[in-house]
């Protein structure tokens, strides 16, 4: 990261001599945005070494966007563009919640899931019965989890206008399970079941490209990759700059006026900056988050968004946490410091030497003050001792907080006027915080923009392939999985219902007749 800030010192240096900048000279390309999705758009461009003219803006002092939140952590093994870009770049992965496993070859570490067991405390009857029920809860859980994975991962999503709401009362059984998958609705799109249709949801799900990875490691059946010895991306970070080129980047400049002028026949986009300063481009790509997309402003007229989450219903912010201990304290009691807990809105993991990462999830919105920062902070602390059952985990030697909105898809066409392409918020090919789906955005941004700026480079396999790129990841389902996945412990007790109170009422008419034969 040290390479990211002396950059990043350097652009802010070149910022302030005015001089050095020629304002009205015209770029083929700017990018707003050097995150991974703005990186990669950039790094594809330059590849092409066609002359094209183009620059990165980044509103923070360093490259890398938001990559220190929940799911930016995570690539699995069928994530395979961003597996392609760390061998392309040389970075070793490593699997992360398993690493605690290796250490400790002489006993068994448990990960607390969101179906864990309960305490063994109690006995008898109510033992099993819970025991029973977990268990169907499961298996309940897995099973719809199969057939969302089946519903979403085709070409085309039949229309469903049903509420997802009334979806998930339909096809789950137990509270508990329906409870789970609103969580994690809620957290893998930003919005509540009830506020998507079922075709909307799926059609979300299937922007993950493989949400049953996301299930697996939610449920801690599966671990996640980072980067062997470093538990953050900032070496993926530099690396894509360096193959940029630091002098494409402009940092401390946050765009917040994108406007569409007709200049000699020909469409223009002008940029300006919080300072008034302006930029003008032929092209513009918008690689930035949604939250900072609905506040640009797009001028003459910005096209239609997907609605905003209701923020009354529930869970608003995110908090990311990193909590540091002079010993890994949850080890010697038996974990392996991964938590998934729906219930208590707690995400958690070891992400380094005697080092926790995770997410809390609270309701506050808006600024924050210190008294809220720190209820924030107890709280989370006080979950992390209770679940290892540790009372030291009340006492870490450093404590990290960072609170941000809960991100939220919404659908945009990928160009807007021919001349602004949006990176980050086409649905079909990028999904909010995975580094995968950041770097299938900049992907395609990058191919869009060269069929308007340099056609000739393109080639038929890079258009194909940008037009398919999340078809990749599906496949199809044999009759026999169909068949499975359509059987739900909530349509049996439905029959088995039905059945029996057809069993009564005819017990009950027959019970009458009799009565009646022998009254006569």
Not at 70 to 98: D, N, S
Not at 119 to 142: I, M, Y
Not at 351 to 361: K, R
Not at 454 to 462: A, H, V
Request: charged share 20%; net charge positive; proline share 4%.
């Amino acid at each position: 990261m040290q390479t990211s800030q002396q950059l990043s010192s350097g652009h802010r240096n070149a910022n302030e001599d005015e001089d050095d900048e020629d304002e009205s000279e015209l770029l083929d390309l700017a990018i707003v945005g050097a995150g991974i999705s703005g990186l990669m758009a950039a790094k594809t461009i330059s590849e092409k070494r066609a002359d094209i003219r183009f620059r990165l803006f980044e509103k923070s002092t360093h490259p890398g966007g938001t990559l220190d939140g929940l799911k930016t952590r995570w690539i699995t093994p069928h994530h395979y563009h961003a597996m392609h870009l760390c061998r392309e770049l040389q970075i070793p992965l490593g699997t992360v919640w398993r690493q605690s496993e290796a250490s400790e070859a002489r006993r068994s570490l448990v990960s607390i899931g969101p179906f864990r067991k309960r305490p063994s405390g109690s006995q008898g009857a109510n033992s099993f019965l819970s025991s029973l029920r977990d268990l169907l809860v499961r298996l309940e859980s897995t099973r719809f989890m199969a057939e969302l994975d089946c519903l979403c991962t085709v070409k085309y999503i039949e229309s469903n206008a049903q509420n997802m709401e009334c979806f998930l009362q339909k096809k789950l059984l137990f509270e508990a399970s329906r409870r789970f998958f609103r969580f994690l609705i809620k957290i893998g799109t930003g919005f509540y079941p009830s506020e998507l249709t079922v075709t909307a949801c799926l059609r979300l799900f299937r922007s993950m490209s493989s949400v049953r990875d996301l299930y697996d490691m939610l449920t801690l059946q599966n671990g996640h990759l980072q980067p062997v010895g470093s538990p953050n991306w900032d070496v993926l970070i530099e690396r894509l700059v360096a193959r940029v080129g630091p002098e494409h980047v402009t940092y401390s400049t946050n765009i917040v006026q994108v406007e569409i002028t007709s200049e000699q026949r020909s469409g223009i986009v002008s940029l300006t900056d919080g300072t008034g300063r302006r930029w003008r481009a032929r092209y513009v790509i918008l690689a930035v988050s949604c939250l900072d997309l609905v506040q640009l402003s797009i001028l003459p007229e910005g096209p239609l968004y997907f609605h905003q989450p209701d923020i009354q219903l529930g869970l608003w912010s995110m908090a990311n946490f990193t909590v540091r201990y002079p010993a890994p304290y949850w080890r010697d009691h038996g974990y392996t410091g991964s938590i998934f807990c729906p219930a208590q809105c707690l995400i958690c993991y070891e992400s380094g030497c005697n080092q926790l990462s995770g997410t809390y999830f609270s309701p506050l919105r808006g600024v924050l003050n210190d008294t809220e920062r720190h209820l924030i902070r107890d709280t989370i602390l006080r979950l992390l001792r209770t679940n290892f059952a540790c009372r030291t985990m009340q006492k870490p030697l450093e404590f990290g907080l960072e609170l941000h909105p809960i991100p939220f898809y919404f659908d945009v066409f990928p160009t807007f006027e021919r001349c602004i392409i949006f990176s980050s918020t086409n649905v079909s090919c990028w999904y909010r915080g995975f580094i995968n789906g950041s770097i299938q955005g900049g992907v395609r941004a990058a191919i869009l923009a060269l069929l308007e700026i340099r056609p000739q480079t393109i080639t038929f396999r890079e258009v194909t392939d940008m037009q398919c790129m999340h078809f990749k990841y599906f496949r199809q389902r044999s009759s026999y999985e169909r068949v499975w996945y359509s059987l739900n412990l909530a349509s049996v007790s439905r029959f088995l219902l039905g059945v029996g109170a057809a069993l009564l009422t005819y017990g009950t008419y027959r019970v009458l007749l009799k009565a009646d034969i022998c009254s006569w």
